[in-house]
């Protein structure tokens, strides 16, 4: 059982926008702490999506976009591609814990 | 441009221990950044495992920590990983990552190694 909870899949179709929930806690989301997003795709390690809730690395398109609400946060993607298509991770500190915490995943289908 | 690279045996048998190493290429480990042990057991999600720092200072997953031993090798450029009493739970692909971010608390992964697989066998 991960600390931060999310769907473990979503589908869309090219060209749709979909969202990826990350729900948290007061010791994590809810304490302010920043939220971090990842993209796996098939037999790759991890890549940074977004960083400190909202921010892009340089490279990252702008059809990626992230958000922060109490102890949720979530991961919209705009303009879907086929090549978006991998297993998203949030990812937080966790002050109970002393940990830092990632959700459970999330497989994008692009259908 | 930093490169992180895992190594160690892929097979190690139940009850004994793991131990890992990450090369680090590209940059000082004594750069003002911690160094994280993340896992991803086949077909699951992700678990920080632990982080150090250069100079020794650690922070360990409490899951873990009575058998978890994280290091930095400054002289190598390299960290190491020793996870002692291991388990078929403990099968799983080991990655090393940068923390990477101004407040450690609120740091990011990036980059991070290829990853190795290691499986316990009983």
């Known amino acids: 059982q991960s600390v931060l909870t999310q769907p473990p899949s979503v589908s869309g179709a090219p060209g749709q926008r979909v969202t990826i929930s990350c729900t948290g806690s007061s010791s994590n989301i809810g304490a302010r702490y920043d939220v971090h997003w990842y993209q796996q795709l098939p037999g790759t390690a991890p890549k940074v999506l977004i960083y400190?809730?909202?921010n892009r690395p340089s490279g990252v398109p702008d059809r990626f976009s992230g958000s922060k609400s109490d102890t949720s946060a979530s991961l919209a993607i705009t303009g879907l591609q086929a090549e978006d298509e991998a297993d998203y991770y949030c990812?937080?500190?966790?002050?109970?814990?002393?940990?830092?915490?990632f959700g459970g995943g999330t497989k994008l289908t692009v259908l | 441009q930093l490169q992180l690279q895992e190594s160690g045996p892929g097979l190690v048998k139940a009850s004994e221990t793991l131990s890992l190493t990450c090369s680090v290429s590209?940059?000082?480990?004594?750069?003002?950044?911690?160094w994280a042990w993340i896992r991803q057991p086949p077909g699951k999600g992700l678990e920080w495992i632990g982080s150090v720092f250069h100079s020794g200072n650690t922070y360990y997953n409490l899951s873990l920590k009575s058998r978890l031993n994280i290091s930095a090798d400054t002289s190598r450029n390299l960290l190491s990983l020793k996870l002692n009493s291991v388990t078929a739970a403990d099968t799983a692909l080991y990655y090393c990552a940068r923390h990477h971010g101004n407040y450690v608390r609120e740091n990011w992964f990036d980059p991070w190694g290829q990853g190795v697989m290691v499986t316990v066998s009983s």
């Open positions: 990812q937080s500190y966790d002050s109970s814990l002393t940990a830092w915490v």
């Open positions: 400190g809730t909202t």
């Open positions: 590209g940059d000082s480990i004594t750069r003002s950044n911690y």
